[in-house]
């Protein structure tokens, strides 16, 4: 879909300018909408200021669930904890192995934009590129971090798959309302939406970036030690 | 000094809000001890095994493992532990083979070609996804991944579920070398007749407590036989129902029948007043007597097969 999106935008750049100069400044301030002048600014736009944090979330919760929960409803999970394993390493594996998917997968998506704007001639800069789709991923560790969580009271898969990402969506949802109503700015410090940023046109705030993976760290440490304690029934 | 004993609770007790799982388990298995785990579905035989694994946490009590406390030292018991959950999985896609590689990566130092000794044995097909496989086949695949690294103790949960009467055989035959070689195994099972074969004690538990921990001899020794006495003309009860043991005695066509626990002689001696053409002393299965405990709680009332 990225890719899509940076190969159609010199067809559609010029009409984009005159539909985005209409919008409401708070609309477009809200949604992280540019003047699109530029392939960075529309791929944020379009892509990585909500669809691609909220995909890649999901796909981190779920790939979390799946080693968690489902080894739990396979049996796999009692298999696993009859050999010398502790809880909290199944836990981090789980969380591992979905923190190298997701990169895998943006890497991917990187890959495929930058061939795209290659063919369309978007002139997509790699090192913009780099930084848009890189500052996701301590996103995806939150994710991962908090269907961990959900994991220790919970071993549905469809339960923590959709309390991880609720939890994500609800971030954003603050977020957005925060950036709306500037009575309501403070609730934006509960989304870790507001550290996300809008790398691709400012670059990776260091800050931010380590902040929200060491959160995502944080939660797995959480989420290991409710895992560790919770019944693991039949 | 006596070995370490390789299982042993302490009124062990997992309360569920719904008032089942089990009460006051008090037991010691024996190390190099085979040792059956007999109830019904519901009795709490896998709540036990559960909380001995440290997979649910008791309410109450404490277990230990080869000597070492079953929560604190979860870890190190799983160590010298192999384990067949009740409903063996380990998700569709996987084969054997891999699950083997995974256990051997998990369990430093395991020997994969013992699992490749097994599954011929068994007639395991390693190489096939699980679920491609029917319940008696990963079943199999469950077998081998709990025994191949030899472990100290084999706790099994219904362990030939599934199984054909030949591969029972073979994994009888497990279990024997297992306690020659000094293993101890607990099984849970509803297999009574293979329980009665291989099982050096069994425990019986109902309704989440545990009512027997017998030697298997004992109790089939303890448990009351049938007698079918054959006479010709008339029989009175009234000598038998003085003779100690004797239960229930009865007139039935062409002779007399009763239930019997104790020394057989008295008894010999009261019937030498009869005309007897036909004795017949049952002695009762191991399926009897687990059935007796659920009619009245009690080994006395088990009931006789033929012998």
């Known amino acids: 879909m990225s890719a899509f999106i940076v190969v159609i935008y010199p067809s559609v750049q010029g009409a984009l300018t005159k539909v985005v100069a209409q919008y409401p400044e708070g609309l477009k301030q809200a949604f992280g909408i540019g003047e699109l002048s530029n392939v960075e600014q529309y791929l944020h736009g379009e892509m990585l200021s909500l669809i691609v944090p909220l995909a890649v979330g999901y796909l981190a919760a779920r790939a979390v669930a ?9 049996g796999r999970l009692d298999v696993v904890l009859s050999a010398p394993v502790p809880r909290a390493a199944v836990c981090a594996a789980a969380f591992l192995a979905s923190a190298v998917e997701v990169a895998v997968v943006l890497a991917l998506t990187l890959i495929l934009s930058l061939f ?3 063919v369309a001639g978007s002139g997509l800069g790699v090192g913009d590129a780099i930084q848009g789709f890189a500052a996701v991923w301590p996103l995806a560790l939150v994710a991962c971090g908090l269907a961990v969580v959900v994991s220790g009271f919970s071993l549905k898969t469809s339960v923590v798959t959709g309390a991880a990402t609720g939890i994500l969506v609800a971030m954003y949802v603050l977020d957005l309302v925060g950036k709306l109503d500037s009575g309501l700015s403070w609730v934006r410090y509960a989304s870790i939406f507001k550290y996300y940023g809008n790398a691709i046109e400012t670059g990776i705030e260091p800050l931010a970036f380590v902040g929200l993976a060491c959160l995502g760290a944080a939660l797995l440490a959480l989420g290991a030690m409710l895992f560790a304690r919770r019944d693991l029934a039949a | 000094m006596s070995p370490v004993a390789a299982i042993e609770t302490d009124r062990l007790s997992k309360v569920y809000p719904g008032g089942h799982g089990i009460e006051d388990v008090t037991m010691t298995v024996e190390a190099g001890e085979v040792f059956g785990f007999l109830g019904p579905n519901g009795a709490g035989k896998t709540t036990t095994i559960r909380a001995l694994l440290d997979l649910i946490h008791p309410t109450a009590g404490s277990a230990r493992i080869l000597g070492l406390d079953s929560r604190r030292d979860s870890v190190a018991i799983r160590r010298q532990l192999g384990n067949l959950p009740g409903d063996f999985g380990f998700g569709r896609e996987t084969t054997g083979r891999r699950a083997v590689e995974l256990m051997v990566r998990l369990r430093d130092g395991a020997d994969p070609a013992r699992a490749d000794e097994l599954a011929q044995r068994f007639r395991a097909d390693l190489d096939r996804p699980l679920g491609e496989l029917s319940r008696g086949n990963r079943q ?6 709990a025994a191949f690294h030899r472990p100290a103790l084999l706790v099994l949960d219904e362990p030939t579920g599934g199984l054909d009467p030949m591969m029972q055989e073979e994994f009888l035959g497990l279990v024997d070398e297992e306690r020659d070689r ?3 195994v607990f099984l849970s099972s509803h297999e009574l007749d293979e329980v009665e074969r291989i099982c050096d004690r069994v425990g019986i538990v109902r309704e989440g407590r545990l009512i027997a ?7 089939l020794g303890r448990a009351r036989r049938k007698v079918t006495v054959r006479v010709s003309g008339q029989a009175d009860l009234d000598d038998l129902r003085r003779v100690p043991g004797v239960v229930d005695p009865r007139a039935i066509e062409g002779g007399i029948s009763f239930g019997f626990a104790g020394d057989l002689d008295p008894v010999v001696k009261a019937l030498a007043g009869f ?4 004795l017949e002393v049952s002695r009762p299965t191991l399926e009897e007597v687990f059935l007796g405990y659920y009619e009245g709680g009690s080994a006395d ?7």
Do not use: M, Y
């Open chain 2, 213 to 219: 921990v017998e030697r298997v001899p004992d109790l």
């Open chain 2, 140 to 145: 199999k695949i469950g077998l081998i991944l």
């Open chain 2, 182 to 184: 000094g293993a101890t």
């Open chain 1, 116 to 118: 795209g704007s290659v």
């Open chain 2, 301 to 307: 009332k088990g009931a006789g097969g033929s012998t």
């Open chain 2, 275 to 278: 005309h007897v053409t036909d």
């Open chain 1, 66 to 74: 799946s080693d968690l929960s489902g080894a739990a409803e396979s």
